[in-house]
């Protein structure tokens, strides 16, 4: 399961932003979202599309993908190998964590491939398994599984984990789970969060008013000339949007330091990096710029309390936000291992 943990911690990594969301219970139209369980804790689905091949950052995406193992695009080049995918036949992939450590991996593909090249990669030697209706396969050589939910669009998974899964799609999912998936249709990446999860990571810290939300949705757009981060909580009442208002303004000029941090590290890191990763340099003069754009967008940063409901925005002004929202993914340069 190498490759899938890799694409799991990848987009763990780039967690920020989404717009306001909609409230009661509803399914909407985006057949993704029929394939997001319903007990999802934390949804990361980040939209891929034809950024790789035909995008006008095609040419730098690629660059940034083989220059050094910190950027998380490096998972991408073993995806012919791991799952016997081209990065440019992929619309979306999303991380779902189910809780009890329950991961799972699902690809949205532009068109379909023949199920026996990724079954002989992800799962070898595989017999069917039937759990609530449905029908996946269990390799009996990797314990890795796979279930086909249509003929683009598979998940991948511990057998245990699928079980889960697959129990889920079958329950009436919240709407601010629908909303949030759904966006990603058009956002770059798109991230919701529970409670659970926020309670579990930051209920002790500077971030304790923000673990009393009921969820968190976060999301990356694009434009030619920015990358737009917004962010959305929703808490019991005003008076907790209102602390967790304060918190967050706090929480970005930390985050400004720790940028002016990174950016100090990186001659350093270049320096030791350059014999083993011919493109570094290059990294680090994207880096860089990504660095100084972001810091711009955050000292114009927007943070309010509306009623119980909490929004950020940030707009970084540049003309590779693709690029840019795969850098700060990085955040921290660090050796290969």
Not at 5 to 21: R, T
Not at 165 to 189: Q, T
Request: hydrophobic share 45%; net charge negative.
């Amino acid at each position: 399961m190498n490759a899938q943990i890799a694409i799991g911690s990848s987009v763990l990594l780039i967690v920020m932003a989404v717009g306001p969301v909609a409230s009661g219970d509803e399914v909407a139209d985006d057949v993704f979202v029929r394939i997001v369980p319903a007990h999802s804790q934390l949804v990361a689905v980040l939209n891929v599309k034809e950024a790789f091949t035909k995008g006008p950052e095609a040419k730098t995406l690629q660059r940034l993908a083989k220059s050094h193992p910190i950027v998380p695009l490096w998972w991408s080049n073993d995806l012919e190998e791991k799952f016997g995918l081209d990065r440019a036949n992929i619309e979306r992939v999303a991380l779902l964590d189910l809780g009890r450590q329950e991961l799972v991996v699902v690809f949205e593909l532009s068109e379909p491939v023949p199920k026996d090249a990724i079954v002989a990669r992800v799962a070898p030697n595989s017999i069917d398994v039937a759990v609530a209706g449905e029908t996946y396969l269990y390799s009996q050589d990797t314990a890795n599984s796979i279930y086909f939910r249509d003929h683009k669009t598979f998940a991948v998974g511990l057998a245990s984990h699928l079980n889960s899964y697959i129990a889920g799609l079958k329950k009436k999912h919240p709407a601010r789970l629908n909303d949030a998936v759904s966006k990603s249709e058009d956002a770059l990446l798109v991230v919701h969060v529970t409670s659970s999860v926020m309670r579990d990571r930051f209920a002790t810290g500077p971030l304790s008013a923000l673990s009393e939300a009921n969820t968190w949705e976060l999301s990356f757009s694009s434009s030619p000339t920015s990358l737009d981060v917004c962010f959305t909580a929703d808490f019991e009442g005003p008076r907790q949007a209102t602390v967790a208002a304060a918190e967050l303004r706090e929480a970005l000029k930390q985050l400004q330091a720790y940028l002016a941090r990174v950016k100090n590290h990186w001659p350093e890191f270049t320096e030791r990096e350059k014999d083993k990763f011919r493109d570094v340099e290059f990294l680090e003069n994207q880096m860089d710029r990504a660095l100084r754009e972001t810091d711009t967008g955050l000292q114009n940063a927007s943070v309010e309390a509306h009623d119980a409901e909490l929004s950020a925005n940030v707009i970084i002004n540049t003309d590779e936000p693709i690029s840019t929202l795969a850098l700060l993914a990085a955040m921290f340069p660090r050796p290969a291992k």
